[in-house]
């Protein structure tokens, strides 16, 4: 489908315009017509599509050139993402779109470590103390784990940014920063993208791995950056193959981009992305991964007045098309049908009433009336019903609580497989065993993965209860996928924001089993704008890391014994908190469920009643003033039709934008001023997916 002037497909921009349009119209026609309950599902749509970002996830190998990718590719300058020989990303970052332009630290204090707690005023920032979230809690051994203060500091310019996020600025992170969160007025995200910078993996940072695992379930598209230096490392290929699994990626081509940049270092850099492209086909099962080759320092160089060349050198004109359209489509399959689906729900609610009357007027016979009005006395008599009993909440409840239990049984027999690998190879390799700190991190990296499948497999068992006690109750409702209803809630719910996923639990059980492997102080999630799920959350290392460091030393023997002593209490304390957060994440489900069998209750409870009152109009009018009434329900109901038939249009558009297929990238970059793409292919405004 084309519906360009020019033919081309319209991008995600202009067909969320179009979207926002209707939902805005149908909106006004629910005033009008004292719809207020479809009025209010209309509002949560629109809120959900405006307010809905893509969160993508940058990672990739220590220093690979991850920071300057990003400066490069969202054009900042000054840089928003601290970079140089002397600089290594310790902390994640999460930058989103917004103004005025605010920085903020989100910092973490033990409660019994007064110099921490103090404001240390002079470190280029101020301190807010934020509600801060305290959380202390008694393990299943009876030992109380460290609390912890959360709270928020502004770093006023981003020339300080360093001080919290580098290593060189803040060794060890030694200020204990959770996360920085940056809002800009950046025109490359002001239609809903956030992205994530990680600290590097494998690198000799061993909190970098664990920081990264525990962000990547929050992703829905991950960039994959490495480099033209050196060739892919083990740790790197083992970092890749975790990132594909966690994130759920495997199945969607738009969901994983792999960046090979420096390629402006060597003379041909095929080989570098030939051996990552398949490797991403091997993990994937895609036998076409995106791979594209960029110059980060060259599109600097075009930035600060370099020339064409350097553009074309640069090759981001190639990313930027490939991108942006691999991330409209992405957008378009999360978010238009949502949209869309309630859009559709609401207007054929408000057209029923509006049928019923005409059909009472075309047909005068008392009997035909009756069939009528009693039709729909009995659908609002069943609604008020459901209305207004508690019975289908609490078997609902129970519904969930089974889930839950079949959950903790699935999580149970994940982290046994996780031990039982500890036992039978971890313990036996040498390697490890000379590096216990690589130990641990292996183990972190295995508990994230499985908290990351019992997120992904929370939401789908939910969605299909949902589905199924629906259908087994009888209950008339129309509208989303219940999929959608579970990871996009109602606005009114109180459950999560637009587009993100669902907040709190899973991601701080996630963050926790990857951050000292389930042991240490817990900071509480990074909240903000981006959502709970998005925000850049790196906790404390504590515990477990911090002992396996004497065991350096040890003989083999030996050291796997006081690895074992050591790790001991890991293994309760994890399964302890992958319960307790799908407690948490099912409470949510449980909260987003009830909202939206609610809302839609309510929705078609107000369209039955409305049928009603129309029925008995329709039967006070007469005979002289039928064509009169007819007329009136004709322009009643055109224009309702004419949003029906947008709404038909806009969803064929939006499945065929989720679906097209994108054009296989340049395998190098251009050298020659005459060839290459042209500065012209980026599109800076947003509309992603118009290439």
Request: glycine share 8%; hydrophobic share 40%.
């Amino acid at each position: 489908m084309t519906n360009g002037r020019d033919g081309r497909m319209r991008g995600f921009e202009a067909v969320r315009s179009d979207v926002l349009d209707v939902l805005e119209r149908l909106r006004s026609l629910a005033r009008q017509q004292k719809a207020d309950a479809g009025g209010e599902r209309l509002a949560d749509a629109e809120h959900r599509l405006r307010d809905g970002r893509l969160t993508v996830l940058v990672c990739g190998e220590f220093k690979r050139g991850k920071s300057t990718l990003l400066n490069a590719l969202l054009e900042e300058d000054p840089e928003l993402f601290p970079t140089g020989t002397t600089y290594a990303t310790n902390v994640t970052t999460t930058v989103f779109w917004g103004a005025p332009e605010l920085i903020t630290a989100v910092m973490a204090v033990k409660e019994a470590d007064p110099e921490q707690a103090k404001d240390k005023k002079g470190k280029g920032g101020k301190t807010k103390g934020k509600k801060g979230k305290a959380e202390g809690e008694r393990a299943e051994d009876g030992e109380t784990e460290p609390t912890v203060q959360v709270f928020e500091r502004t770093i006023p310019r981003r020339e300080d940014i360093g001080r919290y996020v580098t290593e060189s600025g803040n060794p060890g992170n030694e200020q204990r920063v959770i996360g920085l969160r940056i809002r800009t007025a950046n025109p490359r995200l002001e239609s809903g993208l956030a992205f994530i910078d990680t600290p590097g993996v494998g690198g000799v940072f061993d909190e970098h791995t664990a920081a990264t695992l525990g962000v990547v379930p929050a992703a829905h598209a991950v960039l994959f950056v490495t480099d033209t230096t050196q060739p892919l490392t083990a740790s790197e290929l083992r970092f890749l193959e975790y990132v594909v699994r966690a994130a759920e990626i495997g199945d969607d081509p738009d969901a994983l981009l792999g960046v090979v940049t420096r390629v402006d270092q060597v003379t041909d850099p095929g080989e570098y992305v030939a051996a990552l492209r398949a490797r991403l086909a091997e993990l994937t099962g895609r036998p076409d991964p995106v791979v594209v080759p960029v110059s980060s320092l060259a599109k600097l160089r075009h930035m600060t007045g370099g020339g064409e060349t350097d553009l074309r050198v640069s090759n981001f004109s190639e990313l930027e098309r490939v991108l942006w359209a691999a991330l409209g489509r992405r957008r378009a399959r999360l978010l238009l049908g949502d949209a869309l689906d309630e859009a559709r729900a609401v207007a054929e609610g408000m057209l029923r009433p509006l049928e019923a009357a005409q059909e009472a007027l075309a047909d005068q016979s008392a009997e035909r009336r009756a069939e009528l009005r009693a039709k729909a006395q009995e659908a609002r008599d069943r609604l008020a019903e459901l209305q207004n009993a508690s019975f289908w909440r609490g078997q609902l409840e129970q519904e969930f609580a089974m889930v839950r239990r079949g959950l903790d049984e699935y999580g149970a027999s994940e982290l046994d497989d996780v031990w039982d690998k500890f036992e039978k190879e971890y313990l036996h390799d040498s390697e490890l065993l000379k590096n216990p700190e690589k130990l641990t991190e292996r183990l972190a990296a295995d508990a994230t993965l499985v908290a990351s499948r019992v997120v992904a497999e929370a939401q789908s068992a939910s969605a299909k209860a949902l589905d199924a006690f629906v259908r087994r109750h009888g209950m008339p409702l129309v509208g989303r996928s219940f999929e959608a209803a579970i990871r996009l809630p109602h606005h009114h719910g109180d459950v999560a924001g637009a587009g993100e996923r669902p907040p709190g639990a899973w991601l701080r059980v996630a963050r926790d089993m990857a951050v000292g492997a389930g042991v240490g102080a817990t900071a509480g999630a990074l909240l903000g704008p981006v959502g709970a799920a998005v925000g850049s959350v790196v906790g404390l290392v504590a515990g477990t890391v911090s002992g396996v460091r004497r065991l350096v030393r040890n003989v083999k023997a030996v050291q796997r014994q006081a690895l074992r002593k050591e790790l001991a209490p890991v293994r309760r304390k994890q399964m302890s908190r992958l319960k307790s957060a799908t407690a948490e994440l099912m409470a949510d489900h449980i909260r987003a469920a009830t909202t939206e069998l609610s809302v839609r209750i309510r929705q078609e409870r107000e369209s039955a009643q409305a049928a009603l009152d129309r029925l008995e109009a329709a039967e006070k009018v007469v005979r002289g003033d039928l064509e009169r009434e007819r007329a009136v329900l004709v322009r009643e109901t055109e224009p309702l039709r004419t949003l029906l038939a947008s709404v038909d249009r806009l969803s064929a558009e939006a499945s065929l934008l989720g679906s097209a297929g994108a054009p296989a990238p340049d395998a190098r970059p251009s050298t020659s001023p005459s060839a290459g793409p042209s500065a012209g292919g980026a599109r800076p405004d947003g509309d992603w997916a118009d290439e």
